[in-house]
């Protein structure tokens, strides 16, 4: 077997936020291959969501580049679409309007002749029944739950099939049983769109759940501690079962370890026993 | 009683017909109170007139005067000024709020302008235009057109940062950018603007009736207080008021209206 043909290639990549002394992520080397699922992991603040931000295109690196096959990234283009946490649906617009937000989609130049255009509104309709948004393609976003809503998110980035989907907690925001849900409908996505993705996450259950590649970041500044390969099935073919089969709890376990290694959680206990020393002094005997 | 319980909780619910009677209410007690005030002899009635001697003069106005005249020229006034600011407001304030060089040399030149005293521009507003109409449409526009365009460029500023980045993302260029996700997501904030600044215009106009004018609800009052008319100035004044609170009620029905997603759940 041959390896994929790198999909994105990151190499050197720096950046550091104006105004900062640290770096918010340093050399960071990193190729994501095509139809790849990939999580990033890591220790809040370890620059997981500038690294999503830079391969979006939505931050300029200080050194280093990106490179979607072959050619550098420069800016934001829905050829690497985003699903953010929250807040990023447009209030104003219906469920369908929303999904057919895209730019590219022939469906705003008004031709209703264009067979391009035709398809966009077919393939619309269709995600919008895959996600079982059906029903509420006419409701205001705001009437919708946290869960729906993501659904609506995750449809208007595919919308335009993009080479790559970049994902930042995108369930984050959601209660444990949903999150079980977009978990199944998210693989199933990946099955069937075949696109790339870059999922970042504070839930390592879920990443070695859902990637097929976890990269763990550690801070201060940000870089990559390490790639775990995982030895478990391809994304496409897991079920929910083998959330609780022991290799992938072994493979839970090495990722939390080397979050903790490369965390302040240390720091934090020194801090800890300070306070508790500070509290047993003020209880009066 | 749950009613009772939610009448008093912090933000609580209040039916559409218990809002209006506490309203009914609310106006029913000021008027009850004057009438008291100026029936019960202890002011002198040419200084404070009874409601009901107020709504006599109304329709004697109405009747043997130019009332419907006077309200016509008002009203024209007040809506040109106001729409002059606002056509040249909202363009500034979308601009100022969503690019940093154009923000960094309008706002402060705007701070600076709306604290000059709108009213000590009368004098030179004559000097300037005389005292025809153009000389009250300039002083609404001096005295709403500054904190209008600050208001809306803020009123741009709370556009979330997603939603933007979201648009970048999906192929939009920044003309799309600024019409269809900034300016579609500041338009709520930006009526609730127009809405606001509208009652200052009402107050500038009078203050340009009051000093320079010949006609109007101010001139009206003015010539009213030269004759010891005080149930006219009454009639004038709340005239006013009222005419606010209907234009006030019409912006937040037309909020309503066109913006089904923020009152829908
Ligand atoms: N716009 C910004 N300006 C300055 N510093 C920033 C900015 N955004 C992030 N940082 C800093 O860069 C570092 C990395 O932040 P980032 O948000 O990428 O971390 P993260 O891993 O996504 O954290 P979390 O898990 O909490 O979301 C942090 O130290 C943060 O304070
Ligand atoms: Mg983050």
Redesign the pocket.
């Known amino acids: 077997m041959t390896a994929p043909a790198p999909c994105i290639r990151i190499a050197g990549l720096g950046k550091t936020?104006?105004?900062?002394s640290?770096p918010?992520l340093q050399a960071i080397d990193l190729d994501v291959a095509q139809g790849e699922f990939l999580a990033l992991v890591?220790?809040?603040?370890?620059?997981?969501?500038?690294?999503l931000?830079l391969i979006a295109g939505l931050e300029a690196p200080t050194s280093g580049g990106i490179w979607l096959d072959d050619a550098p990234v420069t800016g934001p283009g829905p050829e690497r679409a985003v699903v953010f946490q929250d807040y990023s649906l447009y209030p104003w617009l219906t469920v369908l309007e929303n999904v057919r937000f895209c730019r590219s989609l022939r469906v705003h130049t008004g031709n209703a002749s264009d067979s391009q255009a035709a398809s966009a509104v077919e393939r619309s309709y269709a995600l919008l029944d895959v996600m079982g948004l059906d029903a509420v393609r006419d409701h205001y976003p705001n009437q919708l739950s946290g869960g729906m809503r993501q659904r609506v998110a995750i449809a208007r980035a595919l919308m335009a099939q993009p080479r790559v989907l970049l994902m930042?907690?995108p369930f984050g925001a959601l209660d444990a049983q949903t999150r079980e849900v977009m978990h199944e409908l998210i693989l199933r996505l990946f099955e069937i769109e075949r696109s790339t993705i870059v999922f970042?996450t504070?839930d390592v259950e879920e990443a070695v759940y859902l990637a097929s590649r976890v990269v763990v970041?550690a801070?201060h500044p940000?870089r990559v501690d390490g790639v775990h390969t995982l030895s478990l099935p391809p994304p496409g073919e897991r079920h929910p079962d083998l959330k609780l089969a022991p290799e992938l709890l072994q493979w839970k376990k090495t990722v939390l370890e080397r979050i903790r290694a490369t965390s302040g959680v240390q720091h934090d206990l020194d801090k800890l026993n300070r306070l508790a020393e500070l509290s047993r002094r003020r209880t009066p005997t | 009683m749950t009613g009772v319980a939610s009448f008093w909780s912090i933000r609580g619910h209040l039916g559409n017909s218990a809002y209006l009677a506490l309203a009914a209410a609310g106006f029913t007690t000021f008027l009850a109170a004057w009438w008291m005030l100026a029936a019960s002899g202890l002011v002198d009635p040419v200084f404070l007139p009874t409601p009901d001697g107020v709504v006599r003069r109304l329709a004697m106005w109405a009747r043997e005067g130019d009332l419907l005249t006077d309200l016509k020229v008002s009203i024209g006034r007040v809506l040109g000024g106001f729409t002059l600011a606002a056509v040249m407001a909202v363009p500034l304030g979308i601009y100022i709020g969503s690019f940093r060089p154009v923000q960094a040399f309008f706002e402060p030149l705007m701070e600076f302008a709306r604290y000059l005293p709108a009213v000590a521009f009368v004098p030179l507003v004559m000097l300037w235009v005389g005292i025809g109409e153009s000389a009250k449409i300039a002083l609404i526009w001096i005295g709403t057109y500054f904190q209008m365009v600050l208001m809306v460029s803020d009123n741009v500023r709370q556009v979330p940062m997603t939603q933007i980045e979201a648009a970048q993302t999906l192929g939009a260029s920044r003309g799309e950018i600024l019409s269809l996700v900034v300016f579609k997501s500041a338009l709520p904030g930006i009526v609730d603007t127009l809405r606001i600044t509208l009652g200052w215009a009402w107050t500038y106009l009078v203050v340009a009736e009051l000093v320079a004018a010949n006609s109007g609800l101010g001139y009206a009052i003015l010539r009213a207080q030269r004759f010891l008319q005080t149930d006219k100035i009454f009639v004038g004044i709340l005239l006013i008021g009222l005419l606010g609170l209907v234009m006030d009620q019409g912006l937040r029905l037309l909020h309503r209206r066109a913006f089904p997603w923020l009152h829908t759940r």
Do not use: F, I, M, N
């Open positions: 936020y104006p105004g900062q640290l918010a890591g220790a809040s603040g370890c620059g997981k969501s500038t690294l931000r930042d907690e970042v504070h970041l801070p940000g």
